[in-house]
């Protein structure tokens, strides 16, 4: 170890939990407080063979007061325009939320089997052999019975099309 490591070391043992604790004080939210602590650590460190012999705590409570005033300082910082902003545009989830009900009572419609075929097949992307390998059953089966819970799916999306246009 170089510069005083193993003395820098204990300074931050001894004092790491007050200077914390201060830098929570000081800015009231937990993990800004660690932030500002560890940023004051290593500005201390960085001043070292400096500070070391004087009162290193003093040096270390003053960076972290100054790093936090820096902080608060920033986000004041607001440039004034002619101009108001266009307010954040929110997305119609109408749509989503009734596909996402209807796909979950048509799926409710299939057999145990067919659900599982099609969420392996079609969800995760699996291949007609390894959906057979994971289900325990032949590819045959997959592929008849994936024909068979598609045309249910494609019957109960023909009636929502029906019920949507009536």
Known sequence: MVRGDDEFADFVRS???????AAYLLTGDRHQAEDAAQTAFTRTYAAWPRVRRKNPYAYARRV???HVIDLWRRPIREYATEEMPEPAKVPDISHAVTDREWLSTAL???TARERA?????????????????????SVGTVKSTNSRALAKLRIDGDALVGEVSA
Do not use: I
């Open 64 to 66: 972290l007061a100054n």
């Open 108 to 110: 409710a419609r299939l």
């Open 15 to 21: 004092c790491s939990a007050r200077l914390t604790h």
């Open 117 to 137: 075929v099609v969420v392996l097949r079609h969800f995760f992307d699996l291949p007609e052999h390894q959906v057979a390998e994971e289900l325990g059953v």
